[in-house]
């Protein structure tokens, strides 16, 4: 493994178990996106052949395929905790290296947690969703004012900016590192 920061690690590590890792398997496999996407479906209330479940299908599986191809070293259908903090490591020296899947899920959770469709994204909204990832609500929304530097929203530009801090600072105050509903690492 590369020499990524103990606080980058724990950052990673998060976001492998809680967001991509769905049935704790200690890879991330398909059956973590087919779950995922079951998971977002219900919260959206978007059943079966609804035009979002479809969409949130289809580009839920693009994001899968992105990771495998990038991350999945040795090719055998799961990206391991190592696979996945390499991946990282090599985006964190080099953010202009962003990756498809990486650009496709940002924009993904940024849609997801704007229910209200008004290009922005609320604490409601945001604690929501990563709630309904198993992150404590009342540190969603200690998050999100730490994330949104005490504004009420944040905007798409500003996630992006949010979401690259989050993979690639070693700062722990860095508002990207509440991105994703967790206040301390």
């Known amino acids: 493994m590369s020499a990524i920061s103990e606080f980058r690690k724990k950052k990673l590590l998060y976001v492998f178990n809680v967001f991509f890792d769905v049935n704790q398997s200690g890879e991330i496999d398909l059956k973590d996106f087919e779950l995922a996407i079951e998971k977002i479906c219900e919260l959206r209330g978007w059943p079966a052949g609804n035009p979002k479940n479809v969409e949130t299908h289809d580009c839920m599986l693009k994001i899968w395929e992105g990771l495998r191809s990038k991350a999945d070293k040795d090719n055998d259908g799961q990206v391991s905790v190592e696979e996945w903090c390499n991946m990282w490591d090599a985006y964190a020296k080099d953010p202009s290296t962003a990756m498809d899947w990486q650009l496709r899920y940002m924009n993904f959770m940024?849609?997801?947690?704007?229910?209200?469709?008004?290009?922005?994204?609320?604490?409601?909204?945001?604690?929501?969703?990563?709630?309904?990832?198993?992150?404590?609500?009342?540190?969603?929304?200690?998050?999100?004012?730490?994330?949104?530097?005490?504004?009420?929203?944040?905007?798409r530009e500003q996630f992006a900016e949010l979401w690259r801090e989050y993979f690639s600072s070693d700062e722990p105050s860095s508002p990207g590192n509440f991105i994703f509903g967790k206040t301390s690492f």
């Open 110 to 155: 940024f849609d997801l947690e704007d229910a209200s469709h008004d290009g922005t994204i609320d604490a409601d909204e945001f604690s929501i969703v990563c709630s309904s990832y198993g992150v404590d609500k009342n540190e969603c929304q200690e998050a999100f004012k730490k994330m949104s530097k005490g504004a009420v929203e944040v905007d």
